[in-house]
């Protein structure tokens, strides 16, 4: 049983790897796009925007159909649209069909993958559901590391509209070969927990889901205005055609933030296991407003802006392991993939601040400041909540819950 949990796994590994290009690598193709279809920045982060949250609010309904249907089935489905949204997305020619193809496809087919691989490495793993959700969640934080360099360079050798398609057609071929092998855990893994907890919906009313919701959503925000916009970024500060031992600096730096943004889903979600969730947060959540501000202060520096963007991950990425484990923790596995597909819209919510807001704050100010600022003053915000309300208000409602 426990190889065929850890061939699980593996498989989870590349169906998340295989479908996560659509956000990780989107900040390589806003150059091309923003020149072929003419249009503003903040017009175009639209379509990144609607990838996110389509992404998380299709999660709650995905949560829904995996009570009828496979997990295998499902996330099938998800990763053959997820590389159709590629692939449509390089015949379009307006705005409007890239929103719907790369945003409206892209999102919905990632959200099935993407929460229907979580919550059955979760169930795998009962005993250390921060490790498998971190791990689970890596396999999306760490997947565009593969892609990153080829996409740039058949980027520069052709141009977006092949590469969209031949990607597309890579990353459905591989996810699919690797969700024909998915399969639910029998009894004797979850044991007598499997149907214990809260339904779906006495979790809604309680204010802990809420204020759950609030932090994931915040910390959202903070990461994706970096994530969505490393590209303009490094631009603006005169980096992006500069080279730290020989390679381009930010092609470099977006694969070492795929390496820490997926190190640090399993690594804090172990680490969460032993000290406490909460405890876990407060330490990641200010790891990552120090790194943002070293980063802002040194990122005229080729070296500088490419280790330190890695740290600003490092003290984000593990939100996508801390949160559904403390969520199941809190209120059961019985509606374990509903309540997280709710929970999971938080990362839609941050979308909306993250691309459109930043570009925009950016535009009318001038500079990156006032976006950095906000990022910063939401990491702290969230870092006390987790220990000084959350973890009070957590432990008095599992006490009384018996």
Same mark, same amino acid.
């Given at each position: 049983m426990s190889n065929t949990r850890w061939r699980q796994m593996a498989a989870g590994l590349i169906c998340m790897a295989s479908i996560s290009s659509p956000q990780y690598v989107w900040t390589l193709f806003t150059p091309a796009l923003r020149h072929d279809f003419g249009t503003t920045a903040p017009a175009l982060q639209v379509t990144f925007s609607i990838l996110i949250?389509?992404?998380? *609010?299709?999660?709650?309904?995905?949560? +829904?159909?995996? %009570?009828?249907?496979?997990?295998?089935?499902?996330?099938?489905?998800?990763?053959?649209?997820? #590389?159709?949204s590629w692939v449509l997305s390089a015949q379009v020619h307006s705005l409007a069909m890239l929103y719907l193809t790369y945003g409206g496809l892209g999102g919905i087919g990632t959200g099935i993958v993407y929460v229907g691989v979580v919550v059955l490495l979760m169930q795998w793993f009962p005993e250390n559901r921060g490790m498998a959700a971190g791990a689970g969640a890596a396999g999306y934080g760490m997947g565009a590391m593969l892609t990153t360099?080829?996409?740039?360079?058949?980027?520069?050798?052709? @141009? +977006?509209?092949?590469?969209?398609?031949?990607? #597309?057609?890579?990353?459905?071929?591989?996810?699919? *070969?690797?969700?024909?092998?998915?399969?639910?855990p029998t009894a004797t893994v979850h044991g007598d927990t499997a149907q214990t907890g809260l339904p779906t919906s006495q979790v809604v009313r309680t204010p802990l889901f809420w204020l759950m919701f609030f932090m994931m959503a915040t910390m959202a925000t903070s990461g994706l205005m970096v994530t969505s916009q490393l590209a303009q970024i490094a631009a603006d500060f005169g980096v992006?055609?500069?080279?730290?031992?020989?390679?381009?600096?930010?092609? $470099?730096?977006?694969?070492? @933030?795929?390496?820490?943004?997926?190190?640090?889903?399993? $690594?804090?979600? +172990?680490?969460?296991?032993?000290?406490? %969730?909460?405890?876990?947060?407060?330490?990641?959540?200010? $790891?990552e407003a120090i790194a943002l501000g070293c980063w802002l202060s040194l990122v005229h520096y080729p070296v500088a802006f490419v280790l330190l963007s890695g740290v600003i991950f490092l003290g984000w990425g593990e939100i996508f392991s801390l949160f559904p484990a403390t969520l199941t923790d809190t209120f059961g596995t019985r509606d374990a993939s509903r309540n997280y597909g709710l929970l999971y819209i938080a990362q839609g919510v941050g979308a909306v601040f993250g691309g459109p807001l930043a570009a925009w704050m950016h535009q009318a100010s001038g500079g990156w400041y006032p976006v950095f600022a906000c990022a910063i003053a939401g990491d702290l915000l969230t870092a006390i909540l987790a220990f000084a309300v959350l973890r009070p208000m957590r432990a008095r409602f599992i006490q009384q819950r018996g």
């Open positions: 949250v389509l992404q998380t *609010l299709f999660s709650p309904i995905q949560g +829904w159909i995996a %009570r009828y249907v496979h997990p295998r089935l499902l996330i099938m489905a998800g990763v053959m649209v997820t #590389g159709l360099f080829p996409i740039a360079h058949l980027l520069a050798a052709s @141009d +977006w509209r092949h590469t969209l398609e031949v990607f #597309g057609l890579a990353m459905a071929a591989v996810g699919m *070969l690797a969700a024909s092998q998915l399969k639910l992006a055609q500069l080279t730290v031992a020989g390679m381009a600096a930010l092609p $470099l730096a977006m694969t070492l @933030d795929r390496i820490a943004n997926g190190l640090t889903r399993p $690594l804090f979600g +172990w680490i969460s296991d032993r000290i406490g %969730r909460e405890t876990t947060m407060a330490f990641a959540f200010t $790891l």
